[in-house]
């Protein structure tokens, strides 16, 4: 139970510029031994004038001021973070250790191919089982997010249908799929065309042929997030790629929650063309604070000659880079993508094999059925149906009952020590919070969470104001979050003015 607020007396961190002195410093530089530059003359109008105002602090200073910070950090590594669709699960260590051997960690991105044939061979071997795993030809691994890979799909998808002398320009997209993806349509140049995912929560075949009827020859696709955002199994997958299929349009499997999946069933089977894997979710990269990331994208051979170069794959001679694809979509990503991620999520993958990636799939699942199952006593759920790796509740009763709403709910839940699931999302669920536990969460944990709700909407009843009002217990109590959005502060200035 968290007691008393205990804000006031807990130590506010100043920025690392109020801390120091004049003249203090963590470095000892030895005496120059060159002739001094007349900076003035050199740079002229560009010299500054004014020495810039940096901190200057020793070294015991910076490093407890970053480690204080560290700690208030909020982080898997310390507690339980339910953020639906964001996969927070925990990441293995061993994955580190993979990632921080010297002849990965130090190879210069332009160490040439002969000289880096161990990196390139992971990256084929890693490419050969994200095709198996997901039942598709290929793999490029350049993309850096998984809204990057969405957008490489959907470029290969338009470059496929100009070879063929089409430019169609809708892509079908229902109302369960993610964020992401009518934004990736959007950049590409495509016409994002909603439709309802209907009462049930997936997508209906037929309505789906209704709407695509409307649209004449102009089909260029069908993005599915599946599972979607209810966290629910897009059952009707294979009849929805014929409906597309029929028309000459390719289907998009938006493929970042695999880990409700793997081993089980398999994307390319179910008719899905192109996708892209989050390999910092499913394949376990920290990804906290939006970085980093890596959206490799799988595709089936008719889009092949469009896939990002360079291609990185086996030739006679060993591991080479090919550029010769002169239907290629062209280069995403400087470099080869996130390669530290590749190393980590190949060494998970070899780690679990595939018995252990199907018992991943099977742990989350379990999981989030019995968060659904016994928490759905005091939060109903969206949409009532057995769900896969994530369940989305509604606060239409709780509010209904107390005037206690989502919002209030999530930033209370931070008092008790848990990092607040997803709120407001997906739109088709009303006050909605997406809770995703995760496989890695022992039962006790998910018992702790279903107590502090429970707990919560017995504070909603006794004291709603005590909720209203959460966070009490952190630095900083409630956020006015549409000012900060809309006018946030991100410099520090001296005195303590900040600006835009
Ligand atoms: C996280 C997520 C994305 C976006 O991935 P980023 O790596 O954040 O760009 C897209 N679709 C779904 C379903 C997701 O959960």
């Not at 607020?5 to 807990?10: S, V």
């Not at 095709?131 to 691994?141: C, K, P, R, Y």
């Not at 996708?275 to 092949?304: D, E, I, W, Y």
């Not at 530290?340 to 780690?351: D, H």
Request: net charge negative; with cysteine; aromatic share 6%.
């Amino acid at each position: 139970m968290p007691g008393e607020a205990t804000r006031g007396l807990q130590f506010i961190e100043p920025p690392i510029f109020e801390r120091g002195a004049r003249g203090r410093s963590g470095a000892s530089v030895p005496a120059l031994d060159v002739p001094p530059v007349d900076i003035g003359r050199e740079l002229g109008a560009l010299a500054r004038v004014e020495p810039a105002a940096l901190p200057e602090a020793s070294e015991p200073e910076v490093f407890r001021h970053f480690v204080r910070l560290s700690q208030k950090n909020f982080a898997i590594d310390s507690q339980f973070y339910p953020l639906g669709s964001c996969t927070m699960k925990h990441n293995p260590k061993v994955n580190e250790w993979a990632a921080r051997l010297d002849g990965f960690a130090a190879l210069h991105p332009l160490t040439p191919p002969h000289l880096a044939q161990g990196a390139l061979e992971l990256m084929v071997a890693l490419q050969d089982l994200l095709a198996e795993i997901v039942g598709m030809d290929e793999v490029t691994l350049q993309p850096a997010a998984g809204a990057q890979g969405e957008l490489t799909g959907l470029m290969m998808i338009r470059a496929y249908h100009r070879s063929l002398g089409r430019s169609p320009t809708k892509i079908f997209i229902p109302d369960s799929a993610h964020g992401t993806n009518p934004a990736s349509c959007a950049l590409n140049g495509f016409e994002a065309v909603p439709f309802p995912a209907g009462d049930r929560g997936i997508v209906d075949p037929e309505t789906l042929a209704r709407a695509v009827e409307q649209a004449g020859d102009d089909v260029a696709g069908l993005m599915i997030t599946n599972p979607n955002t209810l966290g629910l199994y897009e059952s009707g997958l294979p009849q929805i790629a014929e409906v597309i299929h029929g028309k000459g349009g390719l289907v998009y499997g938006d493929g970042a929650n695999m880990n409700a999946v793997l081993g089980r069933s398999r994307p390319g089977d179910a008719g899905v063309d192109v996708m892209q894997f989050n390999l910092h979710k499913t394949f376990t990269t920290p990804h906290g604070g939006g970085g980093p990331g890596s959206g490799p994208v799988a595709f089936k051979r008719l889009l092949s000659a469009f896939q990002p170069t360079p291609v990185v794959r086996k030739g006679t001679s060993g591991y080479e880079l090919d550029d010769q694809r002169p239907a290629s979509v062209g280069r995403v990503r400087s470099f080869f993508g996130n390669f530290g991620m590749m190393v980590r999520a190949y060494t998970y993958i070899r780690e679990l094999g595939p018995e252990g990636l199907k018992a991943v799939t099977d742990m989350a699942v379990l999981n989030a059925n019995y968060l659904a199952a016994r928490l759905k006593e005091t939060l109903p759920l969206g949409v009532d149906a057995p769900v896969l790796h994530e369940a989305v509740f509604t606060d239409r009763k709780l509010e209904a009952e107390t005037g206690v709403k989502t919002l209030d709910l999530a930033k209370r839940l931070i008092d008790y020590g848990f990092h607040p699931p997803t709120v407001y999302f997906p739109l088709v669920v009303r006050g909605a919070l997406m809770v995703e536990p995760t496989e890695t969460e022992t039962k006790q944990t998910l018992d702790a969470f279903i107590s502090a709700i429970e707990a919560i909407k017995q504070e909603a009843t006794d004291d709603p104001e005590l909720v209203k009002n959460a966070p009490h217990l952190t630095q900083i109590g409630r956020l006015d979050e549409a000012r900060a959005a809309r006018k946030p502060s991100l410099r520090w200035r001296p005195g303590g003015a900040s600006e835009a």
